[in-house]
């Protein structure tokens, strides 16, 4: 039988054999909870359960927002 070790990014559930590489892995992922959000909405009648259509987020340390709509 053989025996693997291995380390799990927290965020993405990756594996790795490196444990260096599952450290950087984590750090890689930018956060929500550090993030501005911004949602674009419709009015009650066009989209009644008040979700937004369109998100913006930008991150800390950069001028740039990404858009994700649905």
């Not at 927290?10 to 594996?15: M, Q, V």
């Not at 501005?36 to 913006?56: A, C, L, N």
């Amino acid at each position: 039988m053989t025996e693997k070790k291995l380390y799990t990014c927290d965020i993405c559930k990756t594996d790795y054999a490196d444990k260096e590489k599952a450290k950087q892995c984590e750090k890689n992922h930018k956060l929500l909870e550090k993030a501005t959000i911004v949602g674009d909405y419709k009015s009650m009648g066009s989209i009644p359960i008040g979700e937004p259509i369109k998100i913006r987020v930008k991150f800390p340390n950069t001028d740039k927002w990404i858009e994700y709509k649905r």
